[in-house]
């Protein structure tokens, strides 16, 4: 499974792809959705970690382009914010999962497979 | 029907900034216990450094202990986005459950400074009823209060949620000191009359089964 | 409660208290003095002058009556007296025309013919034949009624050139008033001769008594003087002197109006009787209180009084019913507005907490994700290195702090959530306001500037208060910005004595049309977002501290809001009480 991370958050996202790495999951991470989109025309990803609040393009604004250039890939959305009108618009967008920070690893990765599977 | 707003607005901000303070107070305690271990990690990290190793696996509590305090710190802060945006709220249809249980869990410092210990009996499903959150929590927390003062030596204090015909009821059991007439002086004060107003409820003791109940309606009347 | 307490309508009172003076639209108990007064007057004047005026038209009614009937039996009366006198006059001059009184002389058939006419007229006492010397020829009455004669020449001289004459009352031994009639007859044969009588005034009272047409009429004689010639009933017998200050009537009949020593009024009526120095007076008191105007005002007051009162009722009580409605509505409004108000501060809580927790949850992220690596390398018996080790403990610390900055100015504000008023430096709750904005900046690349003096005065307020204007103002500037834009707050003193803080933003501006609104409540550009309420309210907020809010703007270059506050040795310089 090949899997890009999301997120401005720099501690985070790294931290986040080593845990990855530790349990064999391929992670590559960006900082801005602008960068995404970018390494997403030249790579492919199985699933997509999203945070919703970024600078730049905000969280469904890079899900829209990175599904214009890639439909199959999978969004999975990891954010502080929280907000019940977030979630529906993500959900209504194509999102598969919407995870709230902090996250239990292992959950994210029961998540990363269900949208691989389902 | 004009509401005494002065009153209600009064006794909101109170409530929210008691509560805030609460939440930022709790909050604060969980980040000095991770600052604390963040600490010890690095004693361990600086020692070993200096020569002295040490086995990784004696970090596992050190990490357990601040996963534990994140886990804390989240259903902190979720409760405190709930209550925020309670505020927002016009009357929506709520579970009289869930938000008793936000207003035991925002209010557990209070509680445990005073000794107290809560015992939950709610109804075994929701209990819905139509009101605007924030001011439901406002009436729910100054009734807790009193409860508290009303629950005499024994400190058990009872939480009980009834679904009626009518509505529903929540009623503070076991307030042994009830009926030595002081508390009830002062009990329902204007906050509470104006809440009371305002939330289409009626506030009522028992002094032989020494209870406090509180009785809503389905729906708000407007 | 007293009874006043009970009737006192409650916007009375409310009147007094100035909280709300600055939102209030009436003062209740002026409207209501001047409604009430007002109407009462426009209403009542009306009736009262109504009221009085047709007093005034009967009371004239009344005494143009009362002088028409005096003046009716003025002369009447005055013709039956003449008449009177006249008959007299001509029986004299009848019997004056028996020769026997000249070819006789014989006094003995002289008086058998005046005592036959004595009997036969009644009303003679005396009968006396005079000659031209003003020699007694004949006497009837062997008794000289009037005295001494001589005493009183002119008659003689009257009754020679007028050939009649009347006397003044006098009193006969008797005491009883008598007065003389004397005529100048001339005779077929022989010389004229003068005939004289004297008579009982008995008769002349009783003739002009009945003339008398009510109770408190009074008709007498009186002769130039003044003298009462027969009685009266209110002022005196014959002899009397009338009190009254009459006016000279040199002939026929008048009529006057004056007022007696009580101040009563008085019609008279003066009829002249031709022949005779007497006068008529008919005199009527005009008291229009009796003649049945009393009853009239009896009744009409019994009428008018309650009628009055009720109206004076209804006009209050419609005017009080009124201005309570208004001051209902205007309490309503005054409700909805505190109501609002609250929600708008509870709004801006509300969404302060909502943006603390989405920042603190990346640093709980961060601390999580750390030491679960440090646990999963710990389980995977891997080699941590130290500077892998305090890599992650440094992470830690940095969240830990970034979480208690975060939580630190929650802790602040909601401390100032209770209205208190206390000195307060600017510059460090304009920076503790901006950490809420912080992350929203950071992702949108908004850079924000604040430029403090060195030492700044502190002004007297509400920190709660302070905090929302702030937060409102830089809320809208945020929103006002493009990504990448720029706000600049400085603070300065102004005069010694005022404080200003400029916020500055290079957004879209607002146009000058909008500009005239943009403190009206309810006044939004945001479309549904907005309630456009914030600004409102914030502008009230800083008139109730004692400042004052300002903004310039063009379109398309910026806005700038300029809020200043007074700076007075710290006192209170707020309005509204």
Redesign the interface.
């Known amino acids: 499974m090949k899997v890009l991370l999301v997120d401005d958050e720099y501690e985070m996202v790294t931290t986040l792809a080593e845990r990855l790495h530790l349990r064999a999951i391929d992670a590559d991470f960006v900082f801005s959705g602008k960068d995404a989109v970018t390494l997403i025309m030249e790579e492919m990803y199985d699933v997509v970690v999203l945070d919703m609040k970024m600078p730049g393009m905000s969280g469904l604004e890079t899900m829209e382009q990175i599904q214009e250039i890639r439909p199959k890939t999978k969004i999975i959305f990891l954010t502080g914010h929280g907000s019940v009108a977030d979630c529906e618009a993500s959900k209504k967008h194509g999102a598969c999962s919407y995870l709230l920070k902090p996250v239990d690893i292992e959950v994210l990765i029961e998540k990363m497979c269900e949208a691989l599977t389902g | 029907m004009s509401y005494n707003w002065e009153v209600i607005g009064q006794s909101g901000l109170q409530f929210y900034g008691k509560m805030s303070a609460s939440i930022s107070h709790e909050f604060k305690n969980v980040l000095a216990i991770i600052n604390e271990n963040a600490g010890l990690l690095e004693d361990f990290t600086l020692l070993a450094k200096k020569g002295r190793p040490f086995e990784l696996e004696r970090l596992n509590p050190v990490t357990e202990r601040v996963m534990k305090q994140v886990r804390r710190a989240d259903g902190i802060i979720k409760r405190m986005n709930t209550f925020a945006h309670s505020i927002d709220q016009s009357d929506t249809k709520i579970d009289l459950n869930e938000t008793l249980e936000l207003v035991v869990a925002l209010s557990e410092r209070f509680v445990a400074m005073r000794g107290v210990n809560i015992v939950k009996t709610f109804h075994p499903i929701p209990v819905m009823i139509t009101r605007r959150p924030f001011f439901l929590q406002n009436l729910i927390w100054l009734c807790l209060n009193f409860a508290m003062d009303a629950v005499g030596d024994e400190k058990t204090l009872g939480l009980v949620t009834e679904e009626t015909k009518e509505g529903a009821r929540v009623i503070f059991t076991n307030l042994k000191a009830l009926t030595s007439g002081s508390p009830m002086d002062t009990f329902p004060a204007e906050q509470e009359k104006a809440l009371l107003s305002l939330l289409n409820a009626q506030l009522a003791t028992d002094l032989e089964a020494v209870e406090l109940i509180i009785t809503f309606a389905r729906d708000i009347r407007r | 409660m007293s009874l006043i307490d009970k009737i006192k309508p409650k916007f009375w009172a409310e009147s007094k208290s100035t909280d709300d003076s600055h939102i209030t639209l009436f003062d209740y108990a002026g409207i209501w003095k001047y409604a009430a007064i007002g109407i009462s007057a426009i209403v009542i004047l009306p009736l009262i002058s109504l009221l009085l005026l047709y007093h005034y038209e009967h009371k004239e009614n009344l005494r143009n009556e009362l002088i028409r009937q005096v003046s009716c039996c003025s002369s009447n009366a005055g013709r039956s007296v003449a008449a009177f006198f006249s008959d007299r006059k001509t029986a004299l001059c009848f019997i004056a025309q028996d020769n026997r009184f000249t070819d006789a002389l014989d006094k003995k058939s002289i008086v058998e013919i005046l005592d036959r006419f004595k009997i036969a007229s009644g009303a003679f006492a005396d009968l006396e034949v005079i000659d031209l010397n003003n020699e007694t020829r004949a006497r009837l009455n062997p008794k000289d009624l009037q005295g001494k004669r001589s005493a009183n020449e002119g008659w003689l001289k009257e009754v020679n050139e007028k050939g009649a004459y009347v006397s003044d009352m006098f009193r006969d031994p008797d005491g009883d008033p008598h007065f003389l009639i004397a005529i100048r007859c001339k005779r077929s044969s022989g010389d004229p001769i003068i005939l004289r009588a004297a008579m009982n005034a008995e008769t002349l009272n009783i003739l002009t008594r009945a003339f008398e047409f009510s109770s408190d009429v009074d008709t007498f004689l009186i002769n130039q003087e003044g003298i009462l010639q027969t009685s009266s009933h209110s002022y005196g017998n014959t002899f009397g002197k009338i009190p009254l200050s009459l006016i000279p009537v040199s002939r026929g009949f008048k009529v006057q109006e004056l007022e007696d020593r009580s101040g009563q009024p008085l019609i008279i009526a003066s009829a002249i009787i031709e022949g005779t120095p007497f006068r008529l007076m008919t005199v009527a008191p005009f008291d229009y209180r009796v003649d049945g105007m009393s009853y009239l005002s009896k009744g009409f007051l019994l009428l008018f009084i309650p009628g009055i009162l009720g109206v004076l009722i209804i006009v209050i009580g419609i005017v009080t019913s009124l201005v309570s409605r208004i001051y209902e509505a205007d309490?309503?409004r005054v409700?909805v507005l505190?109501?609002i108000?609250?929600t708008n501060?509870?709004?801006s809580?509300?969404r302060?907490?909502?943006g603390?927790?989405?920042e603190?949850?990346?640093p709980?992220?961060?601390?999580?994700?750390?030491?679960?690596?440090?646990?999963?390398?710990?389980g995977?018996?891997?080699d941590?290195s130290?500077s892998k080790?305090?890599n992650?403990?440094e992470?830690?610390?940095?969240?830990?702090n970034r979480?208690?900055t975060v939580?630190?100015s929650?802790?602040g504000?909601?401390?100032h959530?209770?209205v208190r008023f206390e000195a307060v430096h600017i510059g460090p709750v304009i920076q503790e306001v901006l950490v809420f904005f912080k992350?929203e900046c950071?992702?949108?690349?908004i850079k924000v500037e604040l430029v403090t003096p060195e030492s700044l005065p502190s002004i007297e307020c509400d920190l709660g208060q302070i905090e929302q204007v702030f937060f409102n103002i830089i809320n809208n500037a945020i929103a006002a910005v493009d990504?990448g834009g720029k706000i600049e707050i400085e603070l300065s003193t102004v005069e010694p004595e005022m404080l200003s803080i400029r916020i500055r933003d290079d957004g879209c501006g607002i146009s000058a049309e909008n500009l005239r609104h943009i403190f009206d409540p309810f006044f939004s550009t945001k479309g549904e977002k907005g309630s456009g309420l914030g600004l409102s309210i914030t502008y009230g907020i800083v008139q109730k501290l004692g400042g004052n809010l300002d903004v310039k703007s063009k379109k398309g270059e910026g806005t700038t809001f300029i809020v200043s506050f007074p700076v007075k040795n710290g006192e209170i310089q707020h309005r509204g009480g």
């Open positions: 309490r309503t409700a505190h109501n108000q609250y501060k509870m709004a809580i509300g302060l907490a909502a603390v927790a989405h603190i949850n990346n709980l992220a961060i601390i999580n994700e750390k030491l679960g690596l440090l646990k999963d390398l710990i995977l018996k891997k941590v130290h080790l305090l992650i403990v992470s830690m610390l940095s969240s830990v979480c208690s939580t630190h929650l802790l504000f909601a401390k959530i209770d992350k950071e992702y949108r690349n990504n």
